[in-house]
């Protein structure tokens, strides 16, 4: 009953972040490994099979939630919101949540924080690989309501096509008017 938590989306200009926690069930997951160095492909059948044989709770922190406390304690936030999911989930609390990274929220869980947690424990891993495809997905969903940003691709990320858009077309709602592009941006217009 460990769980592991980790995020995806920090630093994009656009979109939420999200979080997972994940306990995995007694088998274990085969191959499962920092989301980060697996092909798409491979997370996507990751994601069905954490999905359907572990225990998973999902949080999300809002465009508007990363502007208002910025996207630290977004990400903090998000945590949080995916551990009492998972919760709920599992109908209790785990003993202990290792949490990717330096530092942990502040909760009311027993934890622990471990730098690149997300390569060295599989909960962790786990939990990227599901955080990391909610969250591509949504982008993948986003791109279609706001054409032109290449979030299908970049995901948010600053790449050329985004830089690019933004100049051109403006920020959308789902853009992050706290961080520097898209506040500079705003400032000029």
């Excluded at 599992?90 to 027993?110: F, S, T």
């Excluded at 789902?174 to 520097?180: C, D, M, N, V």
């Amino acid at each position: 009953m460990i769980a592991g938590v980790d995020e995806a989306g920090r630093g994009p200009l656009a979109g939420p972040v999200v979080a997972a926690a994940v306990v995995l069930c007694p088998e274990g997951v085969p191959g499962v490994d920092d989301s980060k160095k697996l092909t798409a492909l491979r997370r996507d059948l990751l994601f069905a099979t954490i999905s359907e044989r572990c225990f998973v709770g999902i949080g999300i922190a809002t465009v508007e939630e990363i502007d208002e406390i910025n996207i630290l304690w977004a990400t903090m936030l998000a945590m949080t919101r995916a551990a009492d999911q998972l919760c709920v989930a599992l109908g209790g609390e785990p003993v202990e949540i290792l949490v990717d990274g330096n530092r942990c929220p502040k909760w009311r869980y027993r934890s622990r924080a471990i730098v690149g947690g997300d390569a060295l424990e599989p909960c962790i891993s786990a939990a990227s690989v599901i955080a990391k495809v909610t969250r591509d997905r949504m982008m993948v969903e986003a791109d279609a309501r706001f054409p032109g940003y290449g979030w299908a691709s970049n995901k948010g990320y600053g790449a050329p096509q985004h830089m690019d858009a933004l100049r051109r077309l403006g920020p959308t709602p789902l853009h992050r008017r706290s961080f520097a592009p898209i506040s500079q941006l705003s400032m000029s217009i």
